[in-house]
């Protein structure tokens, strides 16, 4: 063969895959891609005791009609949790693993060993998502644009580097990319949708239908998640891990940046959370302060400080004693607080990979890529990166994932080239990396940016609380709210009253009841 003939074959390979990769796109709407999964018939039967939204946006529940989730959650009453609806072991729940009881992060305990200590490589995660839509299109629709922006927010979250993050923020050596190959071996974008109002509504086994393999492949699941937020049905070490019903469920109102559901849940970290409960974290606040050890009491984590109940703000409380975690993922935060998973949690994570899902992840290269193809880190994706991957072709000698082969495939061929010529060209912008600074000089206002437009949430109780006009928290003074900061946002935090309307007599004996320790009067 002619040497000249080279370049002109290889453009053809090129060509022809990244036509492939094209035929791939996202629909539209459902119905019009090799990807859509065709729902089998509709099964309209309602379980009562369960949620379910109409096409007209109402929601139906114990025969009552909701005209917003809002609506709804205030019916379930204040101690509805609707956030986050993974289940939680009660207390000396055994290992539901046989031949795994007494791990290092079993339901009992976590041992962080150096074993699971990031330094030791990266850990790469296939995944697909798969979207439901009721019958009608009209609720649960989510494009491939926002999916592939999630990824995202997941990658930098779980790499320390997402919004908020610090210099310091550990990263977790785990990284997530949609499949490039199915469970069949043929080549796919990782996304599936469906329409199907039973499945949409969180209900019918829609798993058995849809899941890709569960020990090779993280499942994602969008719907409306029951009224919560998002849930993972099982932690790993409960038993489930690896079987069809394994997955990760997240509202599609609150998927990605931006979402239908609005601040303060629109920064895409509702999955940032259930991934963590999907490789095993508990919320910080587990168990609330009891136990003696903090590697097998609480969230069985040692550099997370002890936690009585969730924080539902950014606002700082000792709960237990001890300043409690706001800024970590597996808190109630709001998202723009939210920055870190610590060593320990970290450690606990990739021994939950290595020992209950050992089939899911691989080993791979570091690969920080500016966006996904550009593998020399310039910004752009350009001849350069193209060359590197000429200098890569072929087969990937051991079983070591490597930059660049963006299918994991184990060859670096056509289908990589491909996605480089997709890509080509500037790295795209995030939608707020034009904004210098969304900060409105309000000290009582949270401000942050999400979807390219400018975000500001109200601290509670700011302006209020610890301001010399207001009286003594140990007096009826007549006035919302009361002069000593930390007490007066404590007792507000448990009665909103004492700042809204008056800090009357109830607020006071809650201020001199020793049930409230910022409270020493």
């Known amino acids: 063969m002619r040497f000249w003939m080279l370049p002109a074959i290889l453009l053809l390979t090129v060509l022809g895959a990244t036509m492939s990769l094209m035929a791939f796109d996202a629909p539209e709407r459902v119905g019009v891609s090799a990807d859509v999964k065709k729902s089998p018939p509709k099964n309209r039967a309602i379980d009562p005791l369960r949620p379910w939204q109409h096409a007209d946006g109402r929601i139906e529940h114990r025969r009552r009609f909701f005209d917003s989730w809002d609506e709804w959650r205030i019916a379930q009453g204040p101690d509805f949790d609707h956030r986050c609806g993974t289940p939680s072991p009660p207390p000396g729940s055994p290992d539901g693993v ?9 339901l009992q305990q976590t041992v962080p060993s150096d074993d699971y200590d990031p330094s030791n ?3 790469v995660i296939p995944v697909v998502v798969h979207v439901m839509q009721n019958d ?14 999630q990824i995202k927010i997941l990658n930098d979250d779980f790499s320390g580097v997402g919004v908020s993050s610090a210099d310091d923020t550990p990263g977790a050596g785990v990284r997530f990319a949609l499949a490039g190959v199915d469970p069949d071996g043929g080549s796919t974008i990782g996304i ?8 949409f509504n969180d209900q019918g ?6 899941a890709w393999d569960p020990t090779r492949y993280l499942n994602i ?6 009224g919560n937020f998002g849930y993972v049905n099982a932690l790993p070490a409960a038993g489930l891990a690896g079987e069809i019903e394994d997955r990760v469920v997240v509202s599609w109102r609150t998927f990605g940046e931006g979402g239908d559901y609005g601040s303060p849940q629109d920064l895409g970290r509702i999955l940032t959370h259930e991934v963590g409960h999907y490789l095993g974290l508990f919320h910080t606040f587990q168990d609330g302060c009891d136990g003696e050890s903090c590697s097998s009491s609480g969230d069985r984590i040692c550099d997370t400080p002890s936690q009585a109940s969730p924080n539902f703000e950014c606002s700082s409380a000792d709960t237990c004693g001890t300043v409690d975690a706001v800024e970590n993922f597996m808190n109630y935060s709001w998202q723009v607080c939210m920055r870190e998973f610590t060593p320990d949690q970290i450690r606990r994570m990739r021994c939950t990979i290595q020992t209950y899902r050992p089939d899911l992840a691989m080993w791979a290269e570091q690969c920080a890529y500016t966006c996904e193809c550009d593998l020399n880190r310039d910004g752009r994706v350009n001849g350069s990166d193209l060359g590197l991957m000429l200098g890569k072709m072929g087969p990937v000698e051991g079983e070591l994932v490597v930059c660049g082969d963006f299918n994991f495939d184990g060859v670096i061929d056509g289908n990589d080239f491909g996605r480089i ?3 080509w060209g500037d790295c795209i912008p995030g939608p707020c990396d034009d904004i210098d600074t969304c900060d409105d000089g309000d000290d009582c206002t949270v401000d942050y940016c999400a979807a390219g437009e ?8 700011c302006g209020i609380c610890g301001t010399s006009e207001a009286g003594s928290c140990y007096e009826s003074n007549g006035s919302p709210g009361c002069s000593e900061m930390d007490c007066c946002e404590a007792v507000c935090a448990f009665d909103p009253y004492c700042c809204q309307i008056t800090w009357d007599a109830s607020c006071k004996n809650k201020a001199l009841s020793g049930n409230f320790p910022e409270c020493d009067g």
């Open 98 to 106: 046989a031949g795994f009881a007494g791990s290092d992060c079993d």
């Open 121 to 123: 490589g990266d850990l």
């Open 136 to 149: 009608e299109g009209t609720l649960g629709w989510i494009d491939r644009a926002t999916i592939e922006q």
């Open 192 to 199: 599936t949708w469906s329409q199907n109002s039973t499945w």
């Open 205 to 210: 086994a829609y798993w058995e239908s849809l």
């Open 221 to 226: 699941y969008t719907n409306a998640a029951g």
């Open 421 to 423: 010529l997709i890509s």
């Open 454 to 461: 400018c975000v500001s949430l109200d601290i509670p109780f």
